[in-house]
């Protein structure tokens, strides 16, 4: 069964940083576009960043320059490496897979981990 397993998240000060990781588990993540979305109480989801198979990346226009996605696959695993943390960008984090190209929109994705939280408070 395929499994996407979120890590990393946590409590953080406004200007802090964290690295999120998506492992996948009897699914190769080569040939696929992973996507990181977030999920704050009482809102939707919405994309944050995207990586393609051939390296693409794509961001949310509130994260541009504070965040950085990254895939190794080697390792199977996905990152957002996440800067300058504010506390608007506390949710629920969550990867998914879906087939290139990226996209931001939750259409099109079929995997999807169980999420981590992230909170950005002082």
């Known amino acids: 069964q395929v499994q996407l397993v979120e890590s990393g998240g946590g409590l953080v000060q406004p200007g802090g940083s964290l690295r999120l990781s998506c492992a996948a588990s009897k699914f190769n993540l080569d040939n696929y576009a992973i996507g990181w979305f977030r999920q704050a109480p009482g809102k939707e989801r919405e994309g944050v960043s995207c990586?393609?198979?051939?390296?693409?990346?794509y961001y949310v226009d509130s994260v541009k320059g504070r965040f950085t996605i990254s895939r190794d696959n080697a390792k199977n695993t996905v990152y957002l490496q996440m800067n300058s943390l504010k506390p608007e960008d506390t949710a629920v984090y969550y990867c998914a897979t879906r087939n290139p190209p990226c996209g931001l929109g939750i259409i099109f994705y079929d995997y999807w981990g169980q999420g981590t939280q992230v909170t950005v408070s002082s």
């Open positions: 990586i393609s198979n051939d390296g693409s990346t």
